[in-house]
């Protein structure tokens, strides 16, 4: 599925962290070198089957970028770790 981020039309991938939780992953479209992890693994945060966290931190415009292409939902809620608040979302895009 092909994807907007920060006005780079990207590749997105669902994968598996080691603990079995969602990783999206971006591409570019144009070159096919990785563009983002858009996802980031707090191991501490529960998540269900279906969540993920998006890492905002790192790539600011994610949340709205993967809402507008209806890959996540909004955000269920925001969890902190460290410095950083990083929204929770559900995975509505099919692997």
Not at 23 to 36: E, F, K, M, N
């Amino acid at each position: 599925m092909e994807v907007v981020i920060n006005n780079t039309l990207c590749e997105i991938a669902l994968k598996r962290y080691s603990n079995n939780r969602i990783a999206i992953v971006a591409t570019d479209s144009l070159d096919g070198l990785p563009y983002c992890k858009a996802t980031v693994n707090l191991v501490d945060a529960s998540v269900n089957e279906n969540e993920t966290f998006l890492d905002t931190n790192n790539v600011p415009t994610i949340l709205e970028d993967l809402i507008k292409a209806n890959v996540v939902s909004e955000p269920i809620e925001f969890v902190q770790s460290g410095f950083c608040i990083y929204p929770k979302v559900k995975v509505l895009m099919v692997k």
